[in-house]
């Protein structure tokens, strides 16, 4: 884990708190280490919607409930600024996404499956 990393600060976090079309939260440990974060950001088309954009957990970080947590601080919000739907997008191998996302009672939707040909 030798990366350099910036620590996670209210100036750093105030560009995304004044954006009107997003919300984000960080955390980090009593050293101001970036743990994780997660991100909602409004449907152009549904105003009463959100769509979930990153939530993200330090590898070394994971299996402590810190997603889950974020999950429960992302719905906490919609509700409390009258948003009806969160939309979730999952990676398939993600298990452990999937798994918090189905426990909250988010229903799964058709893959989508991206084909590219090759030049």
């Given at each position: 884990m030798g990366e350099k990393l910036t620590p996670v600060?209210?100036?750093?976090?105030?560009?995304?708190?004044?954006?009107?079309?997003?919300?984000?939260?960080?955390?980090?440990?009593?050293?101001?280490?970036?743990?994780?974060?997660?991100?909602?950001?409004?449907?152009?088309?549904?105003?009463?919607?959100?769509?979930?954009?990153?939530?993200?957990?330090?590898?070394?970080?994971?299996?402590?409930?810190?997603?889950?947590?974020?999950r429960l601080r992302t719905i906490g919000s919609a509700r409390s600024h009258g948003k009806r739907e969160i939309r979730a997008w999952n990676d398939t191998p993600n298990a452990a996404m999937l798994a918090i996302n189905t426990a909250l009672g988010f229903v799964r939707q058709p893959a989508w499956i991206t084909y590219e040909k090759s030049p």
């Open positions: 600060t209210p100036a750093r976090i105030r560009p995304f708190e004044d954006r009107d079309d997003q919300a984000t939260v960080a955390v980090g440990n009593p050293c101001t280490r970036y743990v994780a974060e997660s991100s909602l950001f409004r449907s152009s088309e549904l105003p009463d919607v959100l769509c979930q954009g990153i939530i993200g957990t330090r590898r070394a970080y994971r299996g402590r409930g810190i997603a889950l947590a974020l």
